[in-house]
């Protein structure tokens, strides 16, 4: 029988990972967006190996914040001349945000690109940690932190599409519900993502 997906050993996550296409994936409206000019920001996938299965860290964001407050969302940010490249972008800000270290990250690959309507190309890192995480939220830039089963994550069932209006269109998001929070957006479009790679089913 095979192993259910949010049971994998990091080398079999690895191992899918390598095969995801390095094309970015479709913007949260359903359209492939103009790419010229995107800004370039990377994010933490950090996936948490618990004794009752893996779990996915997310963040809220500040409400104070002047860009996607309240927002659900991965640590990550925008590609800054000191990273090497996404996965150090991506560890520094887990770092700056949440208070992980990057030695207790093992990177495991990457995701897809992913253009969002509103002008930039995320490049999703995933992680490993091994429990206990340490983790240290800022206060400025995060108002919560919190796991999500990667069971719930993989399950289709919970993949929802809602519409909105936005930019003086009609838009498409892919919505996750889970335990009284909404998680939207390119948050939800990378965890969908993630999702049927693990599962064997194609990308969005």
Request: charged residues 30%; neutral net charge; aromatic residues 6%.
């Amino acid at each position: 029988m095979t192993e259910p997906a949010h049971r994998l050993d990091p080398a079999t996550i690895a191992a899918r990972l390598a095969t995801a296409a390095p094309v970015p994936v479709t913007g949260d409206d359903g359209v492939e967006p103009d790419r010229r000019g995107r800004v370039a920001a990377a994010v933490l996938v950090p996936l948490i190996d618990r004794e009752d299965g893996t779990t996915v860290l997310l963040t809220r964001r500040s409400r104070r914040l002047r860009d996607h407050a309240g927002q659900i969302s991965f640590p990550g940010g925008r590609i800054e001349g000191c990273d090497a490249d996404a996965a150090c972008c991506a560890l520094r800000e887990a770092r700056e945000e949440v208070g992980i270290a990057p030695e207790r990250v093992r990177i495991l690959g990457r995701l897809p690109a992913y253009d969002t309507a509103t002008g930039f190309r995320i490049h999703p890192c995933v992680g490993w940690l091994e429990p206990p995480p340490r983790l240290r939220p800022d206060p400025v830039e995060v108002e919560e932190i919190f796991e999500v089963p990667l069971a719930f994550v993989l399950d289709p069932a919970n993949h929802r599409r809602e519409y909105y209006e936005g930019r003086g269109r009609r838009r498409a998001t892919w919505v996750l519900p889970y335990d009284g929070r909404r998680i939207w957006g390119a948050t939800a479009g990378i965890l969908v993502g993630f999702s049927r790679l693990l599962n064997g089913t194609g990308r969005v």
